[in-house]
């Protein structure tokens, strides 16, 4: 392209006016080299501005004016987020409005077919021959055409015919030249043709493009087709550092971040670490990313959508990992301790007491201080008010959060920060076109979505390698340009009309993206500049997506279409494959822990044994390095607790009612009511650890579900022989294969018959087998039982589980009690105890001396309830 | 018609059905069996239509997938491409094709369409991507007012929905009743409630139009009690004639004897049995009476033995004769004993009061669940597929009132073909029906359905199979269709399609049955006459699966001997059964390529890569972070673990960076764990400044990751995993591990680069349309899973002359056996999936082109004469199978010697720690070199202090200059304070739009006014704004300084009268209080730098000596000094 003829209307003192910014922004550099080839170390900022911008000059300059005497000008220009507000309430006003999906995504479509219709000068009239959806919107456009005329309001849709009437009252260059264009609406050209007949020399840039060479390239797939083109890029670069290089992605905005891996990757595999910092990096994309993503302002975002009562455990968990969060730097550990705690508690959402009582106990000061300070702003904001006062509570509340963290800020979050101060005056902003106060949730509602429309890339130095997306590319010159992207169904792509104004009335005007033939038009015209914006182009497709396989552009040439060439050269870096051949592994059997220390102090009881028969990898991982992956909580009482809340009511029961004799003895509404007693008593104990969880109708649930249980047990209890409590909830020790285990039993009878039972309150399911061989999958009762010495003749599982009420075990005396599996009935009581003794010595003494073996006991299944595969690495072994 | 359809074809059988399958302007329903090249058909018949119409927009080719509409578009595309010649190939059927095509080129040039340039007007697209675009087109009349994005995974939007409904509890209502109602239900489980929610959630275009409906219970009860009088009459139709008389009489006296004995048996009710029943409802008793006489509810046969518990006592010997001679009789009536046997399960034909109170609430909750997941929808801005079907469905309008597509889609929709039609859900039949309602028989408009009932295999993905016999039979809408049928099989040979047609017509159903999904087997014609190859049985006898493997490996290699070049598949129901045979045949040196089937969860390197992106995304995550410390990059000893970590709760990262701790460790533990300290330290210094995937990825590679994977694959893999993160990315954290578990579970391991393409191991599902040589079917005898419960229950029954019945039953109580309508309706509903089991085998075995290999295995059981064959487990495929290879099974068992015990559960294998060398060194990262330009200098200017009042002093500022650069360009003297004052309204209506408060509105008016008047009272104020030399205000600049490229725009610039150039900027700034001398020298430093900057630049253009100033408006103040760092000197 002719960008010499630019330079030298711009030395004449033109203005030039291009397509799209990147564009604008090469034609200054352009200007700028010139200027110091010709030995100028200063010139005058030429005046190249980018269509849009050019306009708001304009629109400025007219505003302006009015202090120069002319007449103030009617108009007001809406912002994008004002002008959407607008149409997202005339939309849900209106008759057909009302209860659409998303209304606000509608105003979006809406202001851009209104654009359409302004740009291509169709009346609103013409949407009457369409369907009931551009009917619709021919209501809405009315209304919003009335609305602006009565407030004196503008859209940029409408900026171009404004200005056209407005132009008496600015000043116009003497000459005008437009950059870049493919094509112009009606609505550009009339503004152009007003302004040349105001004397300014307008002139385009049209000077014909020359093809460049273009080869061909076939990628397997898009990942491949990236990094060919990265290869590519790299092995020009090494040629010659200088090189303009320009790499086209169709789909930018979602390949942006492969892209620049991609690039980086191929030429500075350093400049990706996480140290790194964007500046270092060689590639430039010309496509900024949402502004609500970037981590700085998705936290606040986040962090502002927890006020009030109860917060979702998940956000607070995220909260207390961001770096971004006042004091997280000192407290990072803790502060996910402190998230590992909250989700041990096992509520999904916390309310602010549990919050701050196990902040306290995890020592987290700042995080207390600052999390107040926050809540304490959000309740200081009024229930109703305007963008800006709501723009001054956000501003505070995240002050108040010690926002955006003490970290200390590097150059794109310090950029990134400016945008979001600019988004909180953009909102700020939005008053002059709200009808009514906002409450939090509409105010953060619609702060959330501008800074999702909101694009922002920090700004970094110029980078060798350039990334553009289609639209981005025009105009640009290379020296080596690089498309990819090009198979058949994108190029050209299926016509995607706009649905509110009529097929027909698009075809007669010409509207982009209207027609086969139109886009075939417009994916031709794209081609030819794309070619000709260097004199080396490759062109590529992916041959496959996805299980899809794709076909070349119909738009490439034929003959060359085919053809190939390899890009991978020699030198390519791929460090990856270069750390992966530098590959020197040893192998060493490892499984000997140190023994355990004489006395060492060990948790969790009997528990122990259990991992231990489970998988001894198991019982070393848990018991001796404590590990445990965070866990997930759930909706409602998650089983452990109904097992607590159980124990506790058959807790409080057995205080009152003491034996069996006393409890045959009650009629039933008294039984009922010491039920009742018992379950208040657990669940008013369970309600002030769980106060977000229990809630009334839940808790009152929780109730009738545990006292028609209780009740129903207490039939049992009555069926056996006749039995005293002796204790609940008993401590008790038992000395075995060297180590001592200490434990609760959760009850203990005196039977009137002679001896006693030890019984274990079981909420969940018990399995057959669960005492049998070396492994026992329960071995806890056979513990309680020898702890209790020889007097024990009952040894039972009371299986609480809703339809599966019994008394399971082994026992002398039969009565109301079922064998927990086949021959118990036959077992010798002495027999058992030396079995059950032999056993969990063996377990006990494995685990003191250091036997580690990754060995789960039933494979698979085991392994499937266990978290630490990761740990044990039995995927290594399973892969042979 | 035009006559260009040569009906010379080598379809031998089905060469007339073929051609009329082609007839334009007809519609059709094609039943094309496994191997009867029907994609041809299909491809031939949409070049036909091609030919015919205006645009190519006008015919919508439907596929299942969207590789399936890739590969038709190819196929097309090659097709016509192809026909460029002039000659036809010499194959008939090629032949026609390219005859059809060349009629398509014809069309092209005549109407312009250019589809060579531009083949995407070809609408070839599955029905999924389709509904897209109609919502789209009609986001209005979608109801949508945009198409959202559409979520692959929905599961999370569901949750929401499905947390939201729960949360109705707390709340006045309703609402809360209901979800009391069902908690209570199942046993105040709220997660399991939720998760049924979920489930429901994901099939709600299936129930959603049922509780449309309405539900009133006389309606519901009317259905099941016509469901049980269909069923009964089918029993009592299946009675054998000659048998009835007999049946009953010795039923009633056996009933007699049981009642003089004070039996409660259900035998009782025949008592007073006279005749057979009636097929109704009232009497289920009586026939289940007679159930019980004759069967023994645990058997699958009939008594066997009759004896005093069943009436017939030892004594009365004739009547035990006639009996026992009866059954005898009965041994073959297998169909009246199923039905006979059925009536157990017969669903009631009433609610109870509990079941209707829990069905009404339930009822209730899913609306609300269906609207809260609405809300959800719309918040999050995206919907399922299921939704987009659904607003597809509203969007084309009432049946009696469609909407006019052709206004939307710019083209008339003249032909519609839909591929794999037996695969069809329900939404998807609407939204066909809505396509083609107002279509007139004879208007040119046509239908072209194909598809094979008997291979229809998605009901989990909701298809429903009756849905093609439905169209079959009745037609879609008005459009009747003409029901074609292909018969040859062009794939295998004629010994495998005998096989299959014998076994086959023996397993399917005898009748068609919508309601039931049941479909009779249609026979093949092989076009193959060659004998070759076969079906064979692997007969398995007591072994648990490792002999399972070791077999297969072997019949491979010996295939692999004979015919090195066949292509070998090993198909499965479920990815599970093979990980044996995966191991056997590796280490049997055989490669096979596993098409996903190892999950990538259990890939090592993509544990290591999660424990990694846990631990860093989280600093407590204790399990994470101890695996990365075993793990191969550092392998720490598990006493080096035991030394750092016990004992101590303290996060490792901070045990890590305790000095004392680490010196416990071992010489080479320590040094292991610095390596890694080094490379983690800066991670999480600078964790979320790096998306996600970067931040894992580059720490991955610089622990040496990439050096401890097992193979190139796991490189593959590690990119797979890393693929994941970036859609998992949020903000640059992972915030949600579970989710990463989540998502892992569902994707699978690459296959290995070097893998034997000739050997592939898939589901039977991913073999649906390829073919192979040869095929093994393994694990025949194990059972497929049964379904989860599910909160409503429902069948669908047509009536041929009102609406379909609905069978409803809601979710039993917890934990509670036996709800009679819960199970009965679940009986009808576990023999759909028989059903389906069976067509599952058929597709499976018609992958064969030479051979079929069923593995299968069976228990023996002792018995007096030595050890005969269990029957397989009922619902096994093997068990559906065994009438047909019972005898090989027999034969085969007769020929092992009685095997003999093996004890296969031997010591672990040792743990083997597998880790970098202690001396293994990171190759550093290459570079190549590139020149960075200065960075601009953003940092400088970024105001971390950030307050409202400063904001509104910016706009202050702004206008200042504005005004003071106009009173600049118009001149001194056509300015007056008068002047200024009046521009008080303008000045409110630029601040207000500017977002300045209401309460600074008028001091900031105020401060603008005084700026500028005492500007213009201030001698030193009219000075600079006086015309000069070569004066100028807003002056813009660039240049390059210091090596970095600046521009900046300058207030006031002139050249004054001893030729001294000024360069001056105003500053709006006041100061309260303090010393004014002191602020403006504090400004002078504050802005010096840059007012430097631009002397520099105009150093580059003149040489003049060059003064500076800072001129503030508001105080009138000033402050200069001469350029180049020379000491300032400042005066009033
Ligand atoms: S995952 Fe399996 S092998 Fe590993 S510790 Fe857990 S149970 Fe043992």
């Known amino acids: 392209m002719a960008l010499n003829d630019l330079l030298n209307a711009l030395e004449a003192r033109a203005t030039v006016v291009t397509v799209n910014d990147r564009l604008a922004r090469r034609v200054r550099e352009a200007y700028g080299e010139r200027c110091r080839a010709a030995g100028q170390d200063a010139w005058e900022t030429p005046s190249v501005l980018p269509f849009g911008g050019w306009l708001m000059s304009l629109y400025a300059a007219r505003r302006d004016a009015a202090f120069s005497g002319a007449p103030p000008a009617v108009g007001v220009l809406l912002s994008p987020p004002q002008a959407e507000i607008v149409w997202a309430r005339l939309i849900r006003q209106s008759r057909d409005g009302g209860e659409l999906l998303q209304p606000v995504a509608a105003a979006e479509a809406a202001a851009e077919a209104w654009r359409l219709c302004q740009a291509w000068r169709i009346p609103l009239e013409r949407l009457a021959a369409g369907n009931d959806d551009s009917l619709a919107f021919a209501g809405w456009a009315r209304a919003w055409q009335r609305l602006c005329a009565q407030k004196g309001w503008l859209d940029s849709a409408m900026l171009p015919d404004w200005l056209r009437d407005e132009l008496d009252h600015v000043t116009l260059p003497e000459q005008l030249v437009l950059a870049g264009f493919d094509e112009w609406t009606p609505q550009q050209t009339a503004l152009l043709d007003a302004i040349s007949a105001r004397g300014v020399a307008v002139s385009h840039d049209e000077s014909p493009v020359e093809q460049g060479t273009v080869t061909f390239y076939k990628a397997a797939d898009a990942e491949a087709e990236l990094q060919a083109a990265a290869q590519w890029a790299a092995a020009g670069l090494r040629a010659d550092s200088r090189l303009r290089i320009g790499i086209v992605v169709p789909d930018l905005e979602t390949r942006r971040e492969a892209a620049i891996r991609a690039v980086t990757a191929a030429i500075d595999p350093a400049a990706l670490a996480p140290a790194a910092r964007e500046q270092a990096r060689p590639v430039n994309v010309s496509l900024g990313a949402a502004l609500a993503s970037a981590p700085l302002v998705y936290d606040a975002l986040l962090a502002l959508r927890c006020g009030g009562a109860t917060f979702d455990l998940a956000d607070v968990g995220r909260l207390l990992r961001s770096p971004f969060v006042g004091g997280a730097e000192q407290e990072r550990v803790r502060r996910a301790q402190l998230d590992v705690d909250l989700r041990d508690h096992g509520e999904i959402r916390v309310t602010g007491g549990t919050l701050n009582r196990y902040a306290e106990r995890a020592e987290c000061p700042l995080w207390r201080h600052h999390w107040q300070a926050f809540q304490n702003a959000l309740a200081a904001a009024p229930r109703k008010g305007g963008a800006r006062v709501w723009a001054e509570v956000i501003d505070a509340a995240l002050s108040a959060l010690g926002w955006p963290g003490d970290r200390g800020l590097d150059s794109s979050e310090k950029q990134t920060l400016d945008a979001f101060r600019n988004l909180l005056m953009d909102f700020a902003r939005l008053d002059p076109v709200l009808d009514a106060p906002m409450d939090r949730a509409a105010a953060l509602g619609l702060l959330r979505r501008m800074a999702a429309q909101r694009k922002f890339q920090p700004q970094q130095a110029g980078a060798p390698i350039q990334v553009l997306g289609v639209l981005e590319a025009a105009g640009l010159d290379f020296d080596r340009l690089w498309v990819t992207g090009l198979d058949d169904r994108r190029w050209p792509a299926r016509p995607e009309p706009n649905p509110f104004i009529p097929l027909a009335v698009q075809r007669e005007h010409g509207l982009p993206h209207a027609t086969a033939e139109r886009e075939l038009a417009f994916a031709a015209a794209i081609g030819r500049r794309l070619f000709g914006a260097a004199p080396e182009v490759v062109a590529s497709w992916p041959a496959r997506e996805g299980d899809v396989v794709l076909r070349p552009s119909p738009l490439l040439e034929v003959g060359v279409r085919d053809s190939e060439f390899g890009v991978r050269d020699e030198g390519s870096l791929d460090w990856r494959g270069q750390i992966h051949l530098a590959a020197r592994l040893e192998s060493l059997v490892d499984d000997r822990a140190p023994p355990l220390a004489p006395g060492a102090a060990i948790h969790g009881g009997t528990g122990l044994l259990k991992d231990q028969a489970s998988c001894p990898f198991k019982a070393f991982a848990r018991r001796r390095l404590a590990a445990e992956a965070p866990a997930l909580p759930a909706p409602g009482l998650d089983p452990a607790v109904r097992g607590q809340l159980m124990h506790a009511a058959l807790e409080a029961l057995w205080q009152t009612v003491v034996d069996q004799a006393t409890l045959a003895g009650m009629d039933s509404a008294s039984r009922a009511a010491v039920v009742g007693r018992a379950v208040d008593a657990a669940l008013e104990r369970e309600a002030a650890r769980r106060p977000a969880t229990l809630s009334p109708r839940l808790r009152e649930l929780e109730r009738a579900r545990l006292a028609d249980l209780l009740e129903q047990w207490l039939e049992l209890e009555l069926a056996r022989s006749p039995f005293r409590v002796l204790a609940r909830e008993s401590d008790a020790e038992l000395a075995v294969g060297g180590i001592t285990l200490r434990f609760r039993i959760d009850r203990i009878d005196a039977l009137d018959g002679g001896g006693q039972a030890v019984i274990d309150y079981k909420t969940g399911r018990i399995g057959g087998g669960v005492w049998e061989g070396e492994r026992p999958d329960e071995p806890q009762l056979p513990a309680y039982a020898l702890a209790r010495g020889d007097d024990v003749s009952a040894v039972l599982f009371a299986s609480l589980r809703r339809g599966e009420l019994a008394y399971r075990g082994v026992a002398l005396d039969w009565e109301g009690i079922r064998p927990l599996y086949k021959g118990a009935e036959t077992a010798d009581p002495a027999e058992l105890r030396r079995e059950w003794r032999d056993t969990l010595e063996a377990l006990a003494s494995a685990f003191r001396d250091g036997h580690v073996a990754v060995d789960p006991k039933n494979g698979n299944g085991t392994c499937a309830h266990c978290d630490l595969g990761p740990l044990c690495r039995i995927a290594e072994r399973n892969d042979g | ?1132």
């Open chain 2, 1 to 1132: 018609m035009d006559r260009i359809v040569d009906r010379t074809m080598d379809a031998g059988a089905d060469a007339a059905a073929r051609c009329e399958a082609l007839e334009p302007d007809r519609s059709f329903i094609v039943q094309a069996p496994a191997g009867s090249g029907k994609t041809e058909l299909l491809t031939q018949r949409y070049l036909r239509l091609l030919a015919t119409v205006e645009a190519p927009e006008q015919i919508l080719a439907i596929t299942f997938t969207r590789k399936a509409a890739g590969e038709m578009r190819d196929r097309v595309l090659n097709a016509i491409a192809a026909a460029a010649a002039d000659e036809p190939p010499p194959e008939p059927h090629r032949a026609l094709t390219w005859k059809l095509a060349r009629a398509v080129r014809e069309r092209d040039a005549e109407q312009c369409w250019r589809l060579a340039d531009y083949p995407a007007r070809l609408r070839i697209d599955t029905l999924d991507a389709f509904a897209a675009s109609l919502t789209r087109r009609l986001p209005l009349t979608a109801g949508l007012g945009m198409t959202p994005r559409i979520a692959e995974r929905a599961r999370d939007l569901y949750v929401e929905a499905a947390r939201r409904t729960l949360a109705a509890l707390e709340e006045r209502g309703g609402w809360s009743d209901a979800v009391a109602a069902l908690l209570g239900h199942l046993d105040n489980d709220v997660q399991q409630l939720e998760g049924l929610l979920v489930a429901m959630l994901a099939k709600r275009d299936q129930w959603l139009r049922l509780i449309a409906r309405g539900s009133e219970r006389e309606v519901l009860e009317a259905a099941l009690a016509r469901e049980v009088q269909a069923q009964l009459e089918a029993l009592r139709a299946s009675v054998p004639p000659a048998l009835a008389g007999d049946l009953v009489e010795l039923a009633r006296s056996a009933a007699n004897n049981l009642v003089r004995a004070g039996s409660d048996s259900a035998q009782c009710a025949c008592a007073e049995l006279i005749a057979l029943p009636e097929a109704v409802p009232e009497d289920a008793a009586l026939w289940r009476g007679l159930a019980d006489t004759w069967q023994a509810r645990s058997q699958k046969n009939w008594r066997k033995r009759l004896t005093k518990r069943e009436g017939f006592p030892t004594d009365q010997k004739e009547l035990k004769q006639r009996a026992t001679d009866l059954l005898i009789r009965l041994g073959d009536e297998t169909e009246f004993h199923a039905r006979l046997a059925a009536v157990h399960t017969l669903p009631p034909v009433a609610y109870s009061d509990s079941q209707w109170t829990i069905l009404q609430a339930l009822i209730e909750l899913l609306k609300l669940a269906a609207a809260q997941l609405q809300l959800v929808f719309g918040e999050q801005g995206s919907v399922d597929f299921i939704e987009i079907a659904l607003r597809a469905l509203r969007a084309l309008g009432e049946p009696d009132a469609p909407t006019d597509l052709a206004l939307a889609l710019d083209y008339r929709l003249q032909h519609i073909l839909v591929d794999e039609f037996q695969d069809t859900s329900w939404s998807q039949y609407a939204l066909l029906e809505r396509l083609t309602a107002g279509w007139s028989p004879d208007d040119g408009r046509t239908l072209f359905l194909v598809g094979d009932p008997m291979q229809s295999i998605y009901r989990f993905r909701e298809a429903e199979v009756g849905l093609y016999l439905r169209a079959r039979r009745e037609g879609i809408g008005d459009v009747r269709l003409q029901p074609l049928s292909l018969n040859v099989n062009f794939r295998s040979t004629a010994a495998v399609v005998g096989w299959i047609n014998k076994a086959f017509a023996a397993l399917f159903p005898a009748a068609e049955d919508l309601a039931a999904g049941a479909v009779p087997y249609a026979a093949a014609i092989a076009r193959d006459g060659g004998e070759e190859g076969g079906v064979e049985i692997i007969a398995r006898f007591d072994a648990d699966g490792e002999d399972e493997a070791a077999r297969i490996v072997a019949l491979i290699e010996a295939r692999r001997q004979s015919a090195p070049d066949e292509t070998v598949a090993i198909l499965t129901r479920t990815r599970g059964q093979v990980a044996a045979t995966m191991a056997a045949l590796r280490q049997a040196g055989l490669t096979a390529q596993a098409v996903e089937l190892e999950n990538l969860a259990a890939r090592p390197v993509v544990q290591d890569l999660a424990a990694l992106t846990r631990a860093l995304a989280h600093p407590a995550d204790r399990v994470a972070w101890l695996a990365i410390l075993r793990a191969p990059w550092c392998g720490l000893t598990l006493a080096d673990l035991a030394a750092l970590a016990e004992n101590d709760e303290r996060g490792i990262w901070e045990l890590l960076n305790d000095a004392e701790r680490l010196q416990t460790l071992s010489a080479d533990g320590r040094e292991r764990a610095e390596r890694v300290i080094a490379v983690l330290a800066p991670a999480i210094e600078n964790w979320r400044r790096q998306p996600l995937r970067r931040s894992v990825e580059q720490t991955w590679l610089g622990l040496g990751g990439p050096a401890c994977v097992a193979g190139p694959a796991d490189l593959d893999n590690a990119d797979a995993f890393f693929a994941l993160l970036e859609e998992l990315d949020e903000a640059g954290d992972l915030s949600d591990a579970a989710a990463l578990d989540e998502r892992l579970a569902e994707l699978y391991a690459r296959p290995a680069p070097d893998a034997d393409t000739r050997l592939q191991v898939m589901t039977i599902h991913k073999a649906k349309g390829l073919e192979f040589d040869t095929v093994v079917l393994p694990a025949l005898e194990r059972r497929p899973r049964s379904d989860m419960r599910q909160l409503l229950l429902w069948l669908e029954r047509p009536r041929s002359d009102a609406d379909p019945d609905f069978l409803l039953a809601p979710i039993a109580a917890a934990e509670e056996a036996g709800d009679a309508l819960y199970d009965g309706l679940k009986v009808l509903r576990d023999q759909q999936d028989e059903l389906e089991q069976l067509r599952l085998l058929y597709v499976a075995a018609t992958r064969a082109r030479r051979r079929l290999y069923l593995v299968g295995q069976v228990r023996t059981k002792a018995e007096k004469d030595g050890r005969t064959l269990a029957p397989p487990p009922s619902s096994s495929l093997l068990a559906k199978l065994w009438p047909q290879i019972e005898r090989d099974f027999e034969s085969a068992f007769a020929a092992v010697p009685q095997a003999t015990e093996t004890d296969a559960a031997g010591e672990p294998a040792p743990y083997l720690l597998r880790r970098l060398a202690s001396d293994w060194q990171l190759p550093p990262p290459p570079r190549i070199d590139w020149r960075a330009e200065a960075a601009p200098d953003v940092a400088a200017d970024t105001a971390i202090e950030f307050s409202w009042a400063g904001e509104t002093a910016r706009q202050v500022g702004v206008l200042v200059h504005a005004l003071l650069d106009r009173v600049a360009r118009e001149g001194l003297e056509r300015w007056s304070a008068a002047r200024v004052d009046a521009l008080a309204p303008l000045l409110e209506e630029r601040l207000c739009w500017q977002g300045v408060s209401p309460a600074e509105l008028e001091p900031a008016i105020r401060r603008i006014l005084s700026a500028v008047t005492s500007t213009l009272a201030d001698e030193r104020g009219r000075w600079l704004l006086t015309a000069h030399d070569q004066s100028v205000s807003e002056y813009a600049l660039s240049g390059i300084v210091a090596g970095r490229t600046v521009s900046g725009v300058i207030d006031r610039t002139f050249v004054d009268e001893q030729g001294v150039r000024w360069i001056v900027d105003y500053k709006t700034g006041g100061h309260e209080g303090g010393d004014r001398q002191v602020f403006l020298e504090r400004e002078r430093e504050r802005y010096r730098a840059q007012l430097e900057t631009y002397a520099r630049l105009f150093a580059a253009r003149e040489q003049r000596p060059q003064k500076l100033g800072l001129y503030f408006p508001v105080l009138a103040g000033w402050i200069e000094w001469p350029a180049c760092g020379r000491k300032g000197e400042s005066k009033k």
